[in-house]
């Protein structure tokens, strides 16, 4: 007796009861259940798709990558900081696979692809960016039929195994990702006296907050709330070129625009630094209207937001001076102010602070201070009292 579908019922001299189908020019019988039938098919279903050679067109994948960044920047639903990066990996990866054919890139080809871009030396990182820049790329090919499926589909990057050496540099380098409370009051004290106003000001914001340093510079004096002690982050500078043509753009997620809530003292610092630039302005020309805090102040800049670069640089030759041997980084304040807020508040808060989407995200940042390292030991000392 036939079923309305592939699946086939029949029945033996003996009486006993089998299943068989039909599919991809074979058949398939012997099947106790219509069950087992369909379980088969779908796996020879599968192994076929695997089987089958991926439709692609001769195009060469640069020609096809500079059709899809186009169409990408078109759209304009991104950051231009976004566009920059995505540029950026489709020319890295135009250099290696940019006259390989799309009907030549398949599963087998990309896995080899992203084991020699890290034996060449490409950082776990970079290959995640290579990887989604690069399914965009394809979804961008199924979607105008120039491939009929995604080969980056199932594809997982090259693991990057850790030595025993990497392990123990990375214990004994923990306490060098913070300051201690001593080594930031010696360094916010050497800037108030060796830096100038704006630098002393911004050392505090970006210690206090945790804030990130391109939040920081996108300050103006209405985004601070001496009403509740409080400066709203929600927008950050970027520049690739000249610092005159820096731009404006939203936070570096919508979880990252936020209100962080900071002492008296930084409100006081903050509120020195308007009224000084307040009276600069007007006895002095500004290179542009727009009041930012924290600008260079010598005539040709003036008024201009500083580069990160040059503010990296003046907290690295801070940190130098003031006899810390810890390596100065970007990531270095906010690993600082996650370490010295965190044994006093929830996750949920730390979270928030530091502009995180979940606190997953944030546990990076907070590293166990030697002191909170010896908290358990008084269950043992209770123990053997």
């Known amino acids: 007796m036939k079923t309305k579908d592939r699946f086939k019922r029949k029945v033996t001299a003996s009486g006993q009861v089998t299943w068989y189908f039909q599919a991809f020019r074979t058949t398939r019988r012997g099947f106790k259940t219509k069950r087992e039938a369909q379980l088969a098919y779908l796996e020879l279903e599968k192994q076929n798709k695997r089987r089958k050679k991926i439709v692609g067109s001769n195009e060469k994948f640069a020609v096809v990558a500079e059709m899809w960044f186009d169409h990408y920047r078109e759209l304009k639903e991104q950051k231009q900081s976004t566009y920059d990066k995505r540029k950026e990996s489709v020319r890295t990866l135009s250099m290696w696979i940019g006259d390989k054919e799309l009907k030549d890139i398949d599963s087998e080809f990309l896995v080899s692809l992203f084991f020699d871009l890290k034996d060449k030396g490409y950082a776990k990182n970079s290959l995640y960016s290579f990887k989604q820049t690069l399914n965009l790329i394809l979804k961008f090919c199924v979607k105008n039929n120039l491939l009929n499926e995604n080969p980056l589909v199932g594809v997982t990057l090259p693991k990057y195994q850790k030595s025993v050496q990497d392990l123990k540099n990375s214990l004994e380098s923990l306490d060098q990702k913070y300051l201690t409370i001593d080594e930031l009051r010696t360094l916010l004290n050497y800037s108030v006296i060796h830096e100038e106003l704006t630098l002393s000001t911004l050392f505090h914001v970006l210690f206090y907050t945790g804030c990130r340093i391109s939040e920081a510079l996108a300050l103006q004096p209405e985004d601070i709330d001496f009403r509740k002690n409080e400066i709203l982050f929600f927008k ?32 006081e610092k903050l509120q020195h630094l308007i009224n000084v630039l307040d009276e600069m302005r007007a006895n002095l020309d500004f290179v542009i209207e727009e009041p930012y805090l924290f600008v260079y102040l010598d005539p040709s800049k003036r008024g201009l937001p500083f580069r990160r670069e040059y503010v990296n640089d003046h907290i690295k030759t801070c940190v130098a001076r003031c006899g810390i041997t810890k390596p100065f980084h970007t990531h270095l304040t906010r690993h600082t102010m996650a370490s010295l807020v965190a044994e006093h508040c929830s996750w949920d808060v730390l979270k928030a602070r530091l502009g995180h989407a979940d606190k997953s995200t944030s546990e990076i940042y907070r590293h166990l201070t030697a002191d909170e390292r010896l908290k358990p030991l008084q269950a043992f000392i209770d123990l053997e009292s």
């Open 236 to 267: 950050q500078t970027a520049v690739s070129g000249r610092q005159i043509d820096f731009r404006i753009e939203t936070t570096k997620s919508v979880s990252s625009a936020r209100r962080v809530v900071v002492t008296p003292l930084v409100m």
